[in-house]
């Protein structure tokens, strides 16, 4: 079994840093990609950003230039830096990787951490 635990979400004010990180647990062979989306009321889940097996980054056009995703590979761990945090930020983001295990390769999710930004 494979398990994505999410940490870092809270409360910040316009203009504030959160960095949210997200371990993968498990009987894990490999992992192609980690990466991380949002939800907001009323709204479709999102891509934020991801990173993928290689080095290289996908963001969402709304958050270029204020977030940044890294990976530890030796810990199974991504991480995303939010920089400059607007109140439209506010939302529930999840982890998702594509992760082989013996037998087969699927996506996970987390369970979801809230970012709320709001004065």
């Known amino acids: 079994q494979v398990q994505l635990v999410e940490s870092g979400g809270g409360l910040v004010q316009p203009g504030g840093s959160l960095r949210l990180s997200c371990a993968a647990s498990?009987?894990?062979?490999?992992?192609?990609?980690m990466g991380w989306y949002r939800q907001a009321p009323g709204k479709e889940r999102e891509l934020v950003a991801s990173?993928?097996?290689?080095?290289?980054?996908n963001y969402a056009d709304s958050v270029k230039g204020r977030f940044a995703i890294s990976r530890d590979n030796a810990k199974n761990t991504v991480y995303l830096q939010m920089n400059s945090l607007k109140p439209e930020d506010t939302a529930v983001y999840y982890c998702?990787?594509?992760?082989?295990?013996?037998?087969?390769?699927?996506?996970?999710w987390g369970q979801g951490t809230q970012v709320t930004v709001s004065s």
């Open positions: 990173w993928v097996n290689g080095g290289s980054t």
């Open positions: 998702n990787a594509n992760i082989w295990t013996r037998g087969n390769v699927r996506d996970y």
């Open positions: 498990g009987s894990i062979l490999n992992i192609n990609h």
